[in-house]
């Protein structure tokens, strides 16, 4: 409890956000350590559980009177012993033997993403994509930040096609969003050279046309694949921490083809760096949004419209 003169911060004072539905990523592989370990999604408090080689996501609250296990469990053997009273918790539905059980969420590890699905509606085909993509490519951590700015702006950015031109200096032609044939959201439109102009306009470079087409599995998840001279995905986890702001992780998916078996991360910095140089800007203009502005919303928005229907569904 607060000391009475402790006044809670401001961020905090919305309530926060529970998503019902949906795949979102929780961690990098190598964040989680061995034991137990708390994580959020927004409102939504989880634990990890990493023991032999596993990663195993749970509700974080004692079912008996709601103790966070991050705090106050001890793993012991299938089972967690929660400090407050001394229950022993179940750690899902086989290991029950007590009257307490925890209940566990789906966990997804590919590469060095941990990924957690919050329920059955709305996992949509994510889990086959990956594997998809498994065989042919390397997922590579490239970038792990922390945004002043719920998860849902982040990953609108794939949908805000004037965004690219204003922040980043990329023109996109040919825009479009529409549903996933398998659920889901998807934006297609192509990345046209110059990347960069002079201030009269002309172009600084000459590049082919690079196909750009994302797919948003969740409020939080969206993945990117650019085509070109030199194809490579990203898959963008935002979470939301439920104080208004959100963890944001960026993975480098690799065509094995060119990038070769375990790519060499000489070859993948100037990514990384031009990654993050993107992102910070994207950034300063996220965290400068006032948490509760009215947008003015035109027509040309529609696609910005279309990705907040999307999302609405998953709360
Ligand atoms: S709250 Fe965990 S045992 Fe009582
Ligand atoms: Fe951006």
């Known amino acids: 409890m607060l000391p009475s003169n402790v006044a809670p911060h401001p961020a905090e004072s919305p309530a926060p956000l529970r998503p019902r539905h949906g795949w979102f990523q929780l961690a990098f592989v190598s964040q989680v350590p061995e034991g137990i370990s708390s994580w959020k999604i927004g409102a939504l408090r989880l634990i990890l559980v990493r023991a032999e080689a596993s990663i195993r996501c749970f509700d974080a609250n004692c079912p008996h009177r709601g103790a966070h296990l991050g705090v106050s469990g001890r793993l012991e053997d299938n089972a967690i012993v929660c400090s407050y009273h001394g229950y022993r918790i179940g750690l899902g539905a086989q ?16 590469g060095c993403m941990v990924l957690v699905r919050v329920s059955e509606e709305r996992q949509f085909d994510l889990e086959a994509v990956l594997a998809a993509l498994t065989s042919e490519h390397s997922f590579v951590e490239a970038l792990h930040l922390e945004v002043r700015a719920p998860m849902s702006l982040v990953i609108e950015n794939g949908f805000d096609a004037r965004h690219f031109e204003g922040i980043h200096g990329i023109t996109v032609r040919d825009f479009e969003v529409a549903p996933r044939a398998r659920g889901g959201l998807q934006a297609r439109g192509l990345f046209l050279a110059p990347f960069r102009q002079r201030r009269d306009g002309t172009p600084l470079t000459t590049l082919s046309p690079v196909p750009f087409e994302a797919d948003a599995f969740s409020p939080g998840l969206i993945l990117v694949r650019l085509g070109g001279d030199h194809p490579y995905g990203v898959m963008t986890g935002a979470t939301d921490r439920g104080d208004g702001s959100c963890e944001v992780r960026l993975t480098f998916v690799l065509p094995k083809a060119a990038w070769g078996d375990t790519p060499d991360p000489q070859r993948y910095q100037p990514l990384i760096r031009y990654s993050r140089a993107g992102i910070e800007d994207d950034r300063r203009v996220w ?7 009215v947008p003015d919303l035109v027509p040309e928005d529609r696609s910005i419209t279309r990705f907040r229907a999307f999302c609405a569904d998953f709360y």
Do not use: K, N, Q
């Not at 290991?95 to 590919?110: D, H, I, K, N, Y």
């Not at 965290?287 to 502005?293: K, L, N, T, V, Y």
């Open 95 to 110: 290991a029950c033997s007590g009257r307490f059980m925890l209940r566990e969420f789906p966990t997804l590890v590919v």
């Open 287 to 293: 965290e400068s949004i006032a948490p509760d502005f």
